[in-house]
């Protein structure tokens, strides 16, 4: 996949992957009380309407991790204009070999980029970072069917073929060193109004643009929206809330 193409057709969107205003407010609030003073992590922010919702609600620093540069210039951006910018610092760096003392993280929060390290694996990278008591929301695109349709589970065996089910996932987190407090899935009509809709809408208005690789990254977001239309109900992301055990 072309990657120029691919963030032609991303650029400033809401989000860069599926969740809510409300899922995150909701999975934040089945977290027990953080200590005063907090420090937390947004990993895989991009362009961090999660990272502002958790800064304005915590009011405690937050630092956003990402690889992409520009989807940390939109947040800063954001921040500014949201009056967060003293609570939200950005770092352009790899989550999965962070350079930040252990022991000293209250909150880690990841939506939708944990996919990236493996569920698994990323759990157990994160957790040396965190105090004595340390939380993980992380959220993870899951099989909600044992018996997914023949296309569907194709589709998925090929673009993430490390996918698990709820129970599968909570047995990993209890691998990597985690108590499991709750896992919801994010509805699915709650994939649209912040990413598939505008994604979708992004797509039109390119549909005619020459850029090299942008009908084929386009094509692969149609493919990808359309399966979710049909299949709403067969996969879908799940809100992981874990303590450090
Ligand atoms: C699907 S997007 C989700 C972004 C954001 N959390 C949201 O929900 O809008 C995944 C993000 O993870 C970032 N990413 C992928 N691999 C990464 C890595 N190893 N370290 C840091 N960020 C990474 C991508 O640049 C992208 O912004």
Redesign the pocket.
């Known amino acids: 996949m072309n990657l120029d193409a691919l963030f032609r057709l991303h650029r400033d969107l809401p989000?860069?992957?599926p969740?809510s205003d409300r899922a995150t407010l909701e999975a934040l609030g089945a977290l027990p009380p953080l200590p005063p003073s907090p420090f937390g992590l947004d990993?895989?922010?991009?362009?961090g309407?999660?990272t502002l919702l958790l800064a304005r609600r915590l009011g405690c620093p937050i630092l956003a991790?990402?690889?992409?540069r520009p989807?940390l210039d939109e947040l800063e951006s954001r921040a500014r204009d949201a009056g967060l910018s003293h609570l939200v610092q950005t770092r352009c760096?790899?989550?999965?070999r962070l350079d930040i003392a252990p022991g000293s993280v209250d909150l880690i929060w990841?939506?939708?980029?944990i996919y990236?390290?493996g569920f698994e694996q990323g759990l157990r990278l994160w957790r040396p970072l965190l105090r004595e008591n340390g939380l993980v929301m992380a959220s993870e695109l899951t099989w909600l069917t044992p018996t997914p349709p023949d296309e569907v589970e194709t589709f998925w065996q090929q673009a993430y073929p490390g996918m698990g089910d709820i129970a599968g996932n909570c047995e990993a987190a209890e691998r990597a060193g985690y108590r499991v407090l709750d896992a919801r899935p994010l509805p699915s009509a709650e994939w649209w109004p912040d990413y598939y809709a505008p994604l979708e809408e992004r797509c039109r208005m390119l549909a005619e643009d020459p850029m090299p690789g942008l009908a084929d990254a386009i094509a692969a977001a149609r493919a990808e929206i359309d399966l979710l239309r049909r299949f709403p109900d067969a996969y879908g992301y799940v809100y992981y809330s874990l303590k450090a055990a």
């Open positions: 989000r860069q992957g969740g990993l895989g922010c991009g362009p309407k999660q991790v990402d690889l992409h989807f760096a790899d989550m999965g990841s939506e939708g980029a990236n390290l």
